[in-house]
């Protein structure tokens, strides 16, 4: 069965560091790979997702994301965190049965520190 | 990509009484969307998958006479809680599928809290 795991429930980076979020799957197959983010009382938002083709793939404000098949990761990054980034963010798989169902990582709460 | 509209944002209601929340996609078609749950501080949790015209189809442990679904038209999919009761407090999201290897879009939310 595929499963998501995200490692660091929280997260803290002081402003203008590295931002890396880190998500492993399982899956038998290549999946689909999706990072969102969730702000207070609002919905999922794409930051970036991976199908097929390059493995490094650049979303939204900043973000980009390796695919990493030997490793089965897909780890989220950005150069220098903004305050605007703090955020809940989280990683999902599809299902490759066809379903378009998701399944969703745990979420990582990032912190960016004046 | 798809523009999803979910309504109301907010709603506070008495316990015992019935809930609509409406999902609509603004700008696209869709056969598949779907219901989640979301606990605070959690992740989502997938009620159901929304077909439009036929019935949904409920995860494992969802009460499907509790959590009526409907799909009448290729834009809007609604939600209804039946009976609602403090227990079924949550923030319920929407998303709309568009297309194989595509991502899901989701609706802003909706914060249900029962009295």
């Known amino acids: 069965a595929q499963s998501v795991t995200q490692l660091g429930s929280h997260v803290s980076v002081s402003e203008g560091a590295l931002v890396l979020l880190r998500c492993n799957y399982s899956?038998?197959?290549?999946?689909?790979l999706f990072w969102y983010v969730q702000y207070p009382n609002q919905g999922l938002q794409l930051l970036l997702k991976?199908?097929?083709?390059?493995?490094l793939v650049k979303g939204i404000n900043g973000f980009e994301a390796e695919f990493k098949k030997s490793e089965t990761s897909f780890h989220l990054t950005k150069p220098s965190a903004h305050m605007s980034d703090a955020a809940e963010y989280f990683c999902a798989v599809s299902d490759t049965s066809g379903t378009y169902k998701y399944i969703f990582g745990t979420g990582t709460r990032l912190k960016v520190l004046a | 990509g798809a523009v999803v509209s979910q309504h109301p944002s907010w709603v506070i209601c008495k316990s015992g009484t019935s809930v609509k929340i409406e999902c609509r996609s603004l700008?696209?078609?869709?056969?598949?969307m779907f219901w989640y749950r979301q606990f605070p501080k959690q992740s989502l949790m997938l009620m159901a998958t929304?077909?439009?015209?036929?019935?949904?189809?409920?995860e494992q442990g969802v009460e499907k006479d509790k959590f009526l679904i409907n799909h009448a038209s290729l834009t809007l999919s609604t939600l209804t809680v039946t009976s609602a009761h403090p227990e079924d407090s949550s923030f319920y999201i929407c998303s709309v599928v568009t297309g194989h290897n595509q991502p899901q879009h989701f609706g802003d939310g909706t914060r249900l809290s029962i009295l």
């Open positions: 991976y199908t097929t083709g390059a493995t």
């Open positions: 899956s038998s197959v290549p999946p689909y």
């Open positions: 700008d696209f078609q869709a056969t598949t």
């Open positions: 929304s077909n439009e015209g036929s019935k949904a189809t409920y």
